[in-house]
T-cell receptor
């Protein structure tokens, strides 16, 4: 069974640009969540989708958005990039309506210059 | 905000020794999961323990959960150089909507050959 797949693995963007990150969950998993990891703030929850609906949102500005498609694949978008958005973005998927084991992808390393 | 606090922040041991790290949290949980992260990469799921469980084993890993003390411990027995990584605990709070995991700050483990 394939794991959680995130693309791209690495990304370099300029301040003010926007970026879209993609995540394919484990087959059969309908809960997809996103996390940001930085040295200063650690691992922080961005949002979670279940059956194409955003079920939970973390404390991030509106520049961070996401969506989930009918095949459970998810994308997150960051608009008007700031230097502080440089981070490792991790996607996770879970079955059992989100109450089971949660598996993470390899992450997308975003660098904003 | 971080629900979990991990202790110690860093641990250095010799190959073959056991490594123990602890995680404390603040509110009632549905489950607690432990993850390993090698430098700059994704999170590898190690084990999930539910609030009604006290101990679980997986290979060289042993996890305990004490809900009365709101704490968990991860023991790695007979450590290997390949166990060098950061270890994180993540809690799913009992009142959480969906699958929002809250992470601790992590324990950096160095296993010296």
């Amino acid at each position: 069974k394939a794991g959680v797949t995130q693309t791209p693995r690495y990304l370099i963007k300029t301040r003010g640009q926007q970026v879209t990150l993609s995540c394919s969950p484990i087959s059969g998993h309908r809960s997809v969540s996103w996390y940001q990891q930085t040295p200063g703030q650690g691992l922080q929850f961005l949002f979670e989708y279940f059956s194409e609906t955003q079920r939970n949102k973390g404390n991030f500005p509106g520049r961070f958005s996401g969506r989930q498609f009918s095949n459970s694949r998810s994308e997150m978008n960051v608009s008007t990039l700031e230097l502080g958005d440089s981070a490792l973005y991790l996607c996770a998927s879970s079955s059992d309506r989100g109450r089971g084991d949660t598996f993470f992808g390899q992450g997308t390393r975003l660098t904003v210059v | 905000s971080q629900q979990g606090e991990e202790d110690p922040q860093a641990l250095s041991i010799q190959e073959g020794e056991n490594a123990t790290m602890n995680c404390s949290y603040k509110t009632s949980i549905n489950n607690l999961q432990w993850y390993r992260q090698n430098s700059g990469r994704g999170l590898v799921h190690l084990i999930l323990i539910r609030s009604n469980e006290r101990e679980k084993h997986s290979g060289r890993l042993r996890v305990t959960l004490d809900t009365s003390k709101k704490s968990s411990s991860l023991l790695i027995t007979a450590s290997r150089a390949a166990d060098t990584a950061s270890y994180f605990c993540a809690t799913l709070m009992i009142k959480a909507a969906g699958n929002k995991l809250t992470f601790g700050g992590g324990t950096r483990v160095l296993v010296k050959p």
